[in-house]
């Protein structure tokens, strides 16, 4: 995404946090302080910018993380399987000036999974690593009917709001010229 907007970070670090989530924590919530956390656990020196972001599927309350396993991840695409669900997503921009941070909420409608899709998706093993068993821009795309909101937001890193946040920041986004 950031290549789209004609940016190229100069180096990239993970950051090491815990992201359990808390007792009671709602997802929006919950996405928000993991977005901030990643970004302050990253070293930063003077005049660098730091850029984070964090992605949850949330069906009501239950916040649908990464799945453990192909079990997991089932049960998540069960879950989801015909129902409209929330993708929050946050992004935090840390410099010299501070933290500036926005979340973007969309609705996305997953179509009903016969068993021939859920195997067939299970097996392409397209889930492992993505929030909510899913990626809207894999192969899981063809599920998805429906959205209300940013589409590069429910990728992961919106466009727009990125795109601001970093010119606020100082760095040039050649998209926005």
Excluded at 40 to 51: I, Q
Excluded at 138 to 153: D, E, K, L, Q, V
Aim: contains cysteine; charged residues 25%.
């Amino acid at each position: 995404m950031l290549a789209q907007l004609g940016v190229t970070p100069e180096d990239v670090r993970p950051a090491d946090i815990d992201e359990t989530p808390r007792v009671g924590e709602l997802p929006r919530a919950y996405c928000l302080r993991v977005t901030e956390e990643k970004a302050k656990s990253v070293a930063r020196a003077d005049g660098e910018v730091v850029l984070a972001a964090d992605t949850v599927v949330a069906v009501g309350r239950r916040i649908l993380g990464k799945p453990r396993d192909r079990c997991e991840a089932e049960t998540f695409l069960r879950l989801l399987s015909g129902r409209r669900h929330k993708v929050h997503t946050a992004i935090a921009v840390l410099s010299d000036d501070g933290l500036k941070m926005r979340d973007v909420v969309c609705t996305v409608r997953m179509q009903r999974l016969g068993e021939h899709d859920l195997t067939g998706y299970l097996d392409a093993g397209d889930w492992k690593g993505k929030a909510g068993a899913y990626a809207i821009q894999g192969p899981a795309g063809a599920f998805i009917p429906w959205i209300a909101g940013s589409y590069t937001a429910i990728m992961g890193l919106p466009a727009h709001e990125t795109a601001r946040l970093l010119t606020a920041a100082g760095i040039p986004v050649p998209s926005r010229s």
